[in-house]
Structure formats: structure tokens, C-alpha cells
């Protein structure tokens, strides 16, 4: 396949002054109620008491009445450290950009870890803005914040969606892969060719590829078992044969699991949308992705990598992985309790 570079994906950043602009009419299927319940409101109140930010909010997600309004033990919201202000400009997000972001809030990791012990959750979702203007990236503040989550509720299972951490060293992503995390996620948001006309231009597929291994090499060394995941936007402007590739890149770099979702553009300011992928679109790439050997793979149009649809599967994956290394554990101590008897006689 031959395409130009900016073929299409370009296209969708221009501004069109036309008096009758022609796009796509957003499907029945993508719309949603407006959020509202005692949920809703409980867990806006917490977030506010503590001065805590949402991807939710932030980023304007269509689920948010779904997650926020859950009943007691499954209202969720997925907390984003750092600030409400990101060193990145990506074409498709909503979150305000600086050069410069206010300094962080050292109470936040504390302040996360309480909000999160009331909520009295399985699984929680963190993810974060980036901070290009840290020594870090932030690293040593998103593995705090585990940290205390673990100690407040050592049962809790945490998904963390991070920065890349450019430029920081392998050792940042290190810090955050063996801070007690489950697992451990970063986007490549698009494919390759689509990558610098939707995400800002420091980001790039093989480097979030990379962060992607070095997390679970990482963990490996540590002796830690971590899942991790990335999720991809259709409705930029890809290709059938650029997803499977994709795809194939994500499993030849372990990726365990994988979420696709819809592009919806959140103000006239950012790129527009290509089209909207039927329903039966996404379940075909469920189905292929499945097909090469993901462990898990969430694909629909409302779909978003912090979205609670594959925690409930991922929850139970860990579980039974932990409940195997314990009895595996009991039984090698066991035979060597055995063994030693034997010697002693």
C-alpha cells in the first residue's frame, strides 16, 4: 500500500470555513445520557473535598454518568494525578496544555489513596497528564501514590495509564512498573502513520512500544507480575492493514490487553472526526485481536482505556494468577518441610 504521510490523517486537522462544513452526524449508538444520582454526586463531592482531577471530567468521556453512577462498590472514577494541566498538545485531547504547569500537590498521592479507600472498590484506574517539565516525568509521584493506595487497601487491584516518560531514562518507567501496581498501561493512540498528525509530536509508536516493554521487563527483574495494556482510537483516518499490523507490534512486544474505541471530537478546536466505526466494525477487531492472543480485548464505540467494561475480567485474571502463585507457593514448602524430615531421619 502506498500512501503520502499526512494522506487523510492531515486532512482531519484542517478548520473548514465553509458555510455548510460537511462531517459525519454523530450515530444513535454514541449517545449518552446526562450524567446525574447519589453516585454521581458522592463521588463528585469527594473529588472536590480533596482537590482531586478526572480523566472523566477533563477529557470530557461519554461514560461518565455510567462509571460515576454505579451503585455502591462499582461507582468508580478514574483519578488523574499531576494537575488538570499537561506539557503535551495531542490533536484529539481536551486537557488544558502549558509549557509551565503549576508544581504538584505533594497531598495528592495521599488525598488519592482516601478518596479511593472510600469508594471500597476491586479496582481502580489511575492515569495522569504529562509532565515534560519534571526531572522525572513524574515517576516518583505516580509511584507514591500506588504506594499509599496499597497501604491504605493492600487488596485493591490498580491500573495506572502513564506518560512515556521521554527522555526521563528507563529508570522512571522502572519506578512505576514495581511500585505494587497490577497493571501497567500506556496508548499508542493510533497507528504509526496516523501517530504525528494525532498526538503531539514528542510521542511516537515505536517509544510508546518501547515503554510498553520496558515496564514488563521491569517488573520481570523485580520479580513482579504485572498485566499491561494500551488502546487504540479508530476514526483518524487508519487503514484495515495499519490496525493488524499494529496489532501485531503490540503482541510481538507482550501487550496483554488491548481497547479500541471511538474518536469523538471534543470541541471544534481539535481534529475532526474521519467516521464513525460501526458497532460491528469493533467487533471485528475484537474478534482479530483475540484471534493473535491478547488476553483481553474491550472494542466498542464508546469504549475508553480507563473504561470499567474489562476490569471486572482483568480483576478476576490477577486474582487467580495470585490464588495460583500461593498454592504453588504452599505446596514448594510443603515438599521442602517434607524433604527436610526425611533428612533429619
Not at 288 to 298: K, P, Q, S, T
Request: with cysteine; net charge positive; hydrophobic share 40%.
Amino acid at each position: 500500500m502506498t500512501l503520502s504521510p499526512g494522506s487523510r490523517c492531515q486532512t482531519l486537522l484542517s478548520v473548514s470555513f465553509s458555510a455548510t462544513p460537511r462531517r459525519p452526524r454523530l450515530p444513535t449508538f454514541l449517545k449518552h445520557p446526562i450524567p446525574r444520582g447519589k453516585s454521581y454526586t458522592a463521588i463528585k463531592k469527594d473529588l472536590r473535598g480533596l482537590g482531586l482531577h478526572t480523566v472523566c471530567e477533563e477529557a470530557k468521556c461519554p461514560n461518565i454518568g455510567e462509571c460515576w453512577g454505579g451503585g455502591k462498590g462499582t461507582a468508580t472514577a478514574t483519578i488523574m494525578l499531576m494537575g488538570d494541566t499537561c506539557t503535551r498538545g495531542c490533536r484529539f485531547c481536551s486537557i488544558k496544555t502549558s509549557r509551565k504547569p503549576p508544581p504538584l500537590d505533594i497531598h495528592e498521592p495521599e488525598n488519592t489513596a482516601e478518596a479511593i479507600s472510600r469508594w471500597g472498590l476491586g479496582y481502580i484506574v489511575l492515569t495522569s497528564v504529562d509532565r515534560d517539565d519534571l526531572v522525572d516525568g513524574g515517576a516518583a509521584h505516580i509511584a507514591s501514590t500506588i504506594s499509599k493506595i496499597k497501604h491504605k487497601a493492600p487488596k485493591i487491584l490498580v491500573e495506572a495509564l502513564t506518560p512515556d516518560f521521554a527522555g526521563k531514562g528507563e529508570e522512571t518507567i522502572a519506578m512505576v512498573a514495581t511500585s505494587g501496581l497490577d497493571v501497567f498501561a500506556h496508548n499508542v493512540e493510533t497507528v504509526e502513520r496516523c501517530t504525528p498528525f494525532v498526538r503531539d509530536r514528542r510521542a511516537n509508536f515505536q517509544q510508546s512500544l518501547d515503554v510498553l516493554m520496558t515496564a514488563k521487563r521491569a517488573a520481570k527483574a523485580a520479580n513482579k507480575e504485572i498485566l499491561t495494556k494500551t488502546s487504540i482510537m479508530l476514526g483518524v483516518g487508519e487503514h484495515p492493514d495499519e490496525i493488524t499490523e499494529a496489532l501485531q507490534r503490540l503482541r510481538d512486544a507482550e501487550v496483554d490487553v488491548v481497547t479500541f474505541g471511538q474518536y469523538m471530537r471534543p470541541t471544534k478546536r481539535h481534529m475532526k472526526v474521519d467516521r464513525y466505526v460501526e458497532p460491528e466494525e469493533f467487533a471485528k477487531w475484537k474478534a482479530v485481536a483475540e484471534d493473535m492472543g491478547f488476553l483481553y480485548v474491550a472494542s466498542g464505540p464508546l469504549v475508553r482505556s480507563s473504561y470499567k467494561a474489562g476490569e471486572f475480567f482483568i480483576e478476576n485474571v490477577l486474582k487467580k494468577r495470585r490464588a495460583e502463585a500461593a498454592k504453588r507457593a504452599t505446596a514448594e514448602l510443603a515438599a521442602a518441610g517434607a524433604k527436610a524430615d526425611e533428612v533429619s531421619v
